[in-house]
């Protein structure tokens, strides 16, 4: 069962999870789907109920291991996918109803934000109910899009920028009878499609993406506003208006749409854009043009951080007042204008895929200054400077700390600079550099309960952080957290009825120094540390990164040649002893895989190798049997897993 109250017992298990839950902000970013359990494992709530069906991360991970499936691995719940879907759907009718709003709510999925097939027939097949549609911004987007959506009554939009073969796909949409709308992102499409459609005698769907004045905050607010990449000014508008009228199309125009960021953290800026382009809408209108959607783009944001703020990663409202602002807000000015109310079109991709998803890793090892046996006791003989800092060290006090702090740094950068001149040997520089490490770690803990931390004593615990090495590549796997620094929520999945005690940053298995995650989620703002638990001999440590379902399953890249993680996809049974069953598992690509892809040719390499051990056997170095391993070995890596194996 989910935890569900809180013992006041000073070391209980049940306190300490529940503090977990606090510390972890499990319950803010997980929008009811996930909680910890009694017995200190972090557990997924499919219907957000505490009393019904609860999947245990840590049986997930059994039977895991169970099959065979290494680690890392990505763990989809389709159940959540499914529930993101409804909930969109029946939060924007529940508004619509209440509202007495005349158009209906149709909804796309972009596929862009997570085209993974089974993640896309998963939406399709829980969004059929409500008519909902896909959108796609590319060739190879709406090939798969023609194929998929084979619903006649939901709605294909095609945004991005169109050459012929892009708009001749969509025509054979409209021949095979599919509301498929052409979105005009740059004045030019609008001749393109025009002699397309002649050519073909195909009537289109046509759509007109506003570049609008309001614009929002952020890291995406470039995709909005006067300078952004898509769509036509209000000048463009009107001139494309007028050339669709010349060509006897004016009725196909039928959608107005408009984008103001793919992450909006303040309801304000939704607010300004629906207002303005509401305005484009009524007077395209009286213009006699029989517009029919109003398509408001991405943007609904997720709660990265939990802190329900204006933040970058994270967003000061709630799915019901997302849909009642925009429901609202343009009701009041058709009703102003005197014209029926359009449908309503959104395409918010992040709110349906990022919960579903999470990459679950083991931790390797505890990277520390200080996790080293050296002897740092007196030697006869020793240096001076080696007598100094040990001197420094004994002397520690209360009272003392911020001088000590002062002598021993300065001890260890002359220790440094004797070595470079060879005063000292590495030995000696090895116990000055012990007895620092040991003697800060001692500094820290005096600091941190003093009242007043001075300015240059406030980074030590930053400097005495662990690194924890997890069995992941963050260029694979997080990609948004490399490159925009975006907060995800990452956690243990595991002792959450203990206290955590070591603070540290992650590091990955790449080469490279930017293999790191150090921002972590806090109550205000960022920390550079997380609080995780200290390892322990032979028992494996499994943590979590989540909300990783909106495109960081697809922006991965392969530095190092790590490629993409096995899969495992879970829904729940109510029926099944453990409320779960794994529906499939998706291999991970191999070693040759992520090879072929870079031009080389696996199999030439296998031979090369095995022409090299048969001319070392026939003279004799190795013997016939270990060379026949050691070729199996070497094919056997190539067809193998490409992140680490314990």
Excluded at 9 to 38: K, L, Q
Excluded at 129 to 145: C, N, R
Excluded at 168 to 186: F, N, P, T
Excluded at 584 to 590: P, V, Y
């Amino acid at each position: 069962m989910p935890f569900t109250g809180v013992d006041e017992m000073t070391n209980d298990p049940v306190r300490i999870a529940a503090e977990n839950c606090e510390r972890y902000h499990v319950r803010h970013w997980g929008n009811g789907y996930f909680s910890v359990n009694n017995k200190g494992h972090l557990c997924v709530l499919p219907e957000k109920r505490e009393d019904g069906p609860t999947i245990d991360f840590l049986e997930v991970i059994e039977e895991i291991k169970n099959l065979k499936i290494s680690f890392p691995t990505v763990i989809r719940f389709h159940d959540i996918l499914r529930s993101q879907v409804r909930l969109l759907n029946t939060t924007f009718r529940s508004v619509i109803e209440e509202c007495e709003y005349q158009g209906q709510f149709l909804g796309v999925y972009p596929v862009k934000v997570n085209q993974m097939r089974e993640v896309v027939e998963e939406i399709i097949d829980a969004g059929r109910p409500f008519d909902y549609g896909l959108e796609a911004g590319s060739k190879p987007e709406l090939l798969a899009v023609l194929a998929l959506n084979d619903n006649h009554n939901a709605l294909t939009i095609l945004n991005g920028y169109k050459d012929e073969d892009y708009i001749r796909l969509a025509l054979l949409g409209r021949k095979l009878d599919r509301k498929i709308i052409i979105v005009v992102e740059r004045f030019s499409e609008i001749s393109l499609i025009i002699r397309m459609a002649k050519e073909l005698g195909v009537e289109p769907m046509i759509g007109f993406r506003a570049k609008l004045a309001a614009h929002g905050t952020g890291r995406w607010a470039s995709a909005s506003g006067e300078r952004a990449k898509f769509g036509l000014t209000c000048s463009e508008i009107l001139s494309g208006v007028a050339l669709l009228r010349q060509q006897g199309m004016a009725h196909c125009l039928k959608l107005l749409h408009f984008h103001v960021g793919s992450q909006i953290p303040d309801i304000r800026f939704i607010k300004e854009a629906i207002t303005e382009a509401g305005r484009i809408f009524v007077d395209l209108v009286a213009l006699e043009i029989p517009l029919e959607y109003f398509d408001v783009g991405g943007g609904l944001g997720i709660d990265y951080d939990g802190s329900r703020s204006a933040s970058e990663s994270s967003r000061n409202y709630s799915l019901e007042e997302y849909a009642f602002d925009i429901i609202d807000g343009l009701q009041y000015i058709c009703d102003q204008a005197g014209i029926a109310h359009p449908h309503i079109v959104s395409e918010s991709g992040r709110y349906v895929t990022a919960h579903h998803s999470c990459v679950i890793t083991n931790v390797i090892d505890n990277i520390h200054q200080t996790s080293n046996t050296l002897s740092t006791e007196r030697e006869s003989g020793e240096h001076n400077l080696v007598s100094t800092i040990r001197a420094s060290a004994h002397d520690l006090n209360e009272s003392n700390y911020q001088g000590i702090f002062n002598d021993i740094q300065q001890c260890k950068d002359d220790a440094i600079s004797a070595f470079r001149f060879g005063v000292i040997a590495i030995g000696e520089r090895a116990r000055i550099e012990t007895l620092y490490w040991d003697t800060l770690a001692r500094i820290q803990k005096i600091a941190a309960v003093q009242p007043f931390i001075p300015e240059e004593l406030q980074r030590l615990g930053e400097l005495q952080a662990s690194q924890y090495l997890c069995n992941f590549s963050i260029f694979q796997s997080a990609a948004d957290s490399w490159a925009i620094k975006q907060l995800l929520p990452i956690m243990p999945v595991m002792r959450l009825d203990e206290q955590p005690d070591v603070s540290c940053s992650l590091v990955d298995i790449t080469c490279d120094s930017d293999g790191k995650i150090d921002r972590f989620i806090a109550k205000t703002g960022f920390e550079k540390t997380l609080l995780l638990h200290t390892l322990k001999p032979a028992e494996e440590y499994y943590i979590g990164l989540f909300l990783t379902g909106a495109y960081q399953d697809v922006m991965g890249d392969m530095h190092n040649l790590f490629g993409r993680l096995n899969e495992v996809h879970i829904y729940c049974d109510d029926d099944d002893p453990n409320d779960f069953y794994i529906e499939e598992m998706i291999k991970g690509t191999s070693a040759q895989q992520v090879l072929t892809t870079m031009q080389y040719n696996p199999e030439l390499m296998a031979r090369t190798i095995k022409k090299e051990i048969d001319q070392q056997v026939h003279q004799g170095k190795i013997q016939p049997r270990e060379g026949v391993r050691l070729v199996d070995f070497y094919e056997n890596c190539l067809a193998d897993y490409t992140y680490l194996k314990f």
